[in-house]
């Protein structure tokens, strides 16, 4: 995980504990969900672009 990715949790995890309303704590677990899943995605599109690129037969 990089580093703006944990910068991003972390403010969303202080702005979640301070946070009373029921609807506004489930708004920024449900943004946690979607960071995660998105990190998720780039690591795989990472790993995806390298196994293309070493792929010897399309050389």
Known sequence: M???TKWL???IDQLSSRQNDY???ALL???KKVVFEQQ???EQAQ???DG???D????
């Open 2 to 4: 990089d580093e703006n």
């Open 9 to 11: 949790i972390k403010e």
């Open 23 to 25: 609807e506004k704590r």
């Open 29 to 31: 677990t449900s943004l």
């Open 40 to 42: 998720k995605r780039i």
């Open 47 to 49: 790993g995806e672009l």
């Open 52 to 54: 293309r690129l070493w």
């Open 56 to 59: 010897h037969n399309n050389w």
